[in-house]
């Protein structure tokens, strides 16, 4: 009887470990620590980085070429639809290959995982990398609404100071899915909104100090700050 008992309480131990393990694993992943172990700095090497900039740059001048020829205001909104989804799935793999990079208050590396950056140059070296029309180091020095101003049509900026969080990102998510500039007090960085949820990719000074995703509605960043302005980048501007 004591022995069966024994190997019981041994078979639930195992498991018990295994489900830790698991646990552990799964935690690990969806934390922001992950991005700043050699295994994911090798995985998302610069060699790999220059070959994905290259692709991009191809796809985009292939999209350039068919919204010249395209004649009627349906071929144009069809390509602008396509060039949408491109333009937003190539920010998201070139922002994975940025994620861990060390942030520092003055850092300007062009390179991702070496070096140190700071919020503002973080955003343009990003919306460069992409092929965004924008004058890297000039508009990274700027205050965030200059920034957002000079690269986002008036129309498609939400400016509030001193409003409510929850109102504040639902006036942004009524605006739609897309990449946003997002300008705080004394912050800079992405909205991400692609449907089913909200991200804010930045290089921030917290805990990890370094460029992170993580959800918006977690940040205490936008929470705290009491002035907020989002521009939504279009996509018309990356096929001129």
Same mark, same amino acid.
């Given at each position: 009887?004591?022995?069966? %008992? ?9 498991? !018990? ?10 935690? *690990?992943?969806?934390?922001?620590? @992950? ?18 900039? #290259? ?22 909104? @069809? ?8 333009? +937003?799935?190539? =920010? +998201?793999?070139?922002? @994975? ?16 995982? /070496? ?6 140059? *973080? $955003? ?22 200059? !920034? ?7 129309? *498609?900026?939400?400016? /509030? $100071? ?9 006036? $942004? ?5 897309? %990449? ?11 909205? =991400?909104?692609?449907? #089913?949820?909200?991200? *804010? ?9 370094? $460029? ?11 929470? /705290?700050? @009491? ?11 990356? !096929?001129?």
């Amino acid at each position: 009887m004591l022995k069966r %008992i024994k190997h019981f309480l041994f078979r639930w131990l195992i498991r !018990l470990s295994l489900f830790a393990l698991v646990a552990a694993a799964i935690g *690990f992943y969806l934390s922001p620590y @992950k991005y700043q172990t050699p295994f994911y700095r090798w995985y998302y090497s610069y060699s790999d980085y220059k070959i994905l900039l #290259s692709e991009i740059k191809i796809k985009q001048d292939a999209l350039k070429k068919e919204y010249k020829k395209a004649k009627t205001d349906s071929e144009k909104e @069809k390509i602008l639809e396509k060039a949408q989804k491109i333009f +937003e799935n190539s =920010f +998201e793999q070139v922002c @994975k290959y940025w994620y861990g990079t060390k942030w520092s208050y003055s850092g300007t590396t062009q390179i991702p995982g /070496k070096g140190k950056i700071a919020c503002g140059y *973080f $955003v343009t070296t990003i919306l460069r990398d992409l092929g965004y029309p924008i004058e890297r180091i000039k508009m990274a020095q700027a205050a965030s609404e200059t !920034l957002i101003r000079k690269t986002v049509d008036k129309k *498609f900026i939400k400016l /509030k $100071v001193n409003a409510d969080f929850g109102d504040f990102m639902e006036e $942004v998510e009524e605006m739609g899915d897309g %990449i946003y500039i997002l300008g705080l007090d004394t912050h800079t960085g992405f909205l =991400f909104i692609d449907g #089913s949820s909200t991200h *804010f990719i930045h290089s921030s000074n917290g805990i990890l100090k370094g $460029v992170r995703n993580q959800m918006a509605f977690s940040s205490n960043t936008i929470r /705290k700050s @009491k002035y907020r302005v989002a521009g939504q980048i279009q996509v018309e501007r990356w !096929l001129e």
